[in-house]
């Protein structure tokens, strides 16, 4: 095992802080970070390596709960080190190079915990100073662009100082343990994958519910709209676990063609089909983990002061029915929902069938981590010990090299393509409303009674 440098961009901020460095910790006490290694934070907080240490030593405590060790936390800040960097400041790059020291001395990682708008910046230097070497990853998280035209532009960013291999796009879904079991469960029984076609299923359903509202985000949730936030990513992600073939062989890059062929099989919106395949609404007052809550317009109302240019015009629950027009799915619907101030925070996919020995499969994805067939509990995660968090499973794999559980470019353009379609023709779609604490307006089950089906609750 080489020592590896863990560079974060943004290393005091809020990702770093909750996401990153508990991962980092829980690869570490698994003897998964080699002796010399270093995990370097970089901001312009302006403070001592031992300051940096001590906030994550707290911020440690805080967000590990009962997993935390205090005496692993410590050894652990051993390997931090801090560094200021103003990125617009060539001198101060030249002291990161310095301090990195000969570039291949060990296997390098550099993670993007900052805002895209400074990835050009960043990736551009790193090219310059000699830092982006074959051998370096570069990992990068949404929004990549909001469209296909800019996700286009950021991806033209990133690989003119790292190649496609280098490059590790999160979508943190596809580190839930959950996510990833769906592709055992389809493809290590042969029964499952014979049962897994049109011939037998007759619906599927997704849903990613959550009871927060917009809370501190409503600038950019206003301006992205769960489309864009949520069902461009992560619900595409799972659909096309849900619908793709199976890999020839399980490397990244057959994973990933089965998943680019499925988005690319999607059937377009468009001005014509559009009021009949998706219905977009936002959340009115109503109850959210007991406790009354504003509407979302009055919560966004609240934050005008600060941010000007909130519109009101984004939307808060999304429901879309999903045609894949290839041989294994043609005439099955998917259908995808989520929303926020929704009933419940659960994540699920049902898959009815017809014609077949069982009627039903259940795979959750959150909070519960199982899957049933009918009324037969088949597995449940949760049983199997402490569950990784996405983030240090995915980390553990950049870490590695392993890119599957990654999304590559030509996957990220098609599904924004298929996005884009529907945000074409939307301007005059109705926006609909629900009470907080429902599960969104009764267009959404509208959506589906129109072909006979009905959202599966419990
Ligand atoms: C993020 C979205 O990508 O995913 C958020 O930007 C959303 O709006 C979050 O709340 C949901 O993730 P999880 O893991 O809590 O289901």
């Not at 499952?192 to 917009?214: F, K, M, P, Y």
């Not at 676990?241 to 499925?262: G, H, Q, S």
Request: aromatic share 8%; glycine share 8%; proline share 3%.
């Amino acid at each position: 095992m080489k020592a590896l440098d863990i560079v974060i961009f943004g290393g005091s901020g809020d990702l770093s802080l909750r996401k990153l460095m508990p991962a980092l910790y829980f690869l570490y006490s698994q003897g998964k970070l080699a002796k010399g290694s270093r995990v370097v934070g970089l901001s312009r907080a302006r403070i001592s390596r031992d300051d940096f240490r001590a906030l994550i030593l707290e911020k440690l405590a805080l967000y590990l709960g009962d997993d935390y060790v205090k005496t692993v936390a410590q050894a652990f800040c051993e390997l931090l080190d801090y560094r200021d960097l103003d990125i617009s400041d060539d001198q101060s790059w030249g002291a990161l190079k310095d301090y990195l020291g000969p570039v291949g001395r060990c296997g390098i990682i550099y993670y993007m915990a900052v805002p895209p708008t400074l990835f050009g910046t960043v990736c551009e230097q790193l090219d310059r100073q000699g830092l982006a070497p074959d051998s370096s990853r570069l990992v990068v998280e949404k929004p990549l662009g909001e469209d296909a035209q800019s996700a286009e532009a950021v991806n033209k960013i990133l690989s003119a100082s790292f190649r496609e291999e280098q490059i590790y796009r999160i979508d943190h879904y596809l580190g839930k343990e959950a996510v990833q079991n769906i592709l055992a469960f389809r493809f290590e029984d042969g029964r499952v994958e014979s049962l897994w076609n049109r011939e037998h299923i007759d619906n599927i359903q997704i849903t990613v519910a959550e009871t927060v509202g917009v809370e501190g985000r409503a600038a950019f949730l206003d301006r992205a709209g769960i489309l864009r936030d949520m069902i461009q990513n992560h619900l595409m992600q799972i659909l096309c676990f849900i619908a793709m073939d199976a890999p020839e062989k399980l490397t990244a890059n057959d994973v990933r063609d089965r998943k680019v062929a499925v988005v690319r099989a999607l059937r377009p919106v468009t001005a014509l089909t559009l009021a009949d395949h998706v219905v977009r609404a936002q959340y009115g007052p109503g109850e959210a983990m007991g406790r009354p809550v504003p509407g979302y317009m009055q919560e966004i109302r609240g934050q005008e002061i600060r941010d000007k240019d909130i519109a009101g015009t984004g939307e808060t629950f999304i429901a879309v029915r999903v045609c894949v027009d290839n041989d294994r799915w043609r005439g099955v619907p998917f259908y995808l929902r989520t929303g926020k101030r929704l009933s419940g925070r659960f994540a699920r996919i049902i898959v009815n069938f017809r014609n077949a020995e069982i009627n039903r499969v259940i795979l959750n994805i959150q909070p519960d981590m199982t899957i049933h067939i009918d009324d037969v509990l088949l597995q449940d995660s949760a049983h199997s010990g402490r569950i990784p968090d996405a983030y240090e499973k995915l980390l553990g794999d950049v870490m590695q090299g392993n890119q599957s559980y990654f999304v590559r470019h030509d996957e990220i353009i098609a599904s924004w393509e298929w996005i884009d379609g529907i945000r074409k023709a939307w301007a005059d779609l109705e926006m609909h409303s629900y009470p907080a604490g429902s599960m969104g307006p009764d267009a959404s089950d509208g959506l589906l009674a129109a072909s006979g089906h009905k959202w599966y609750e419990d």
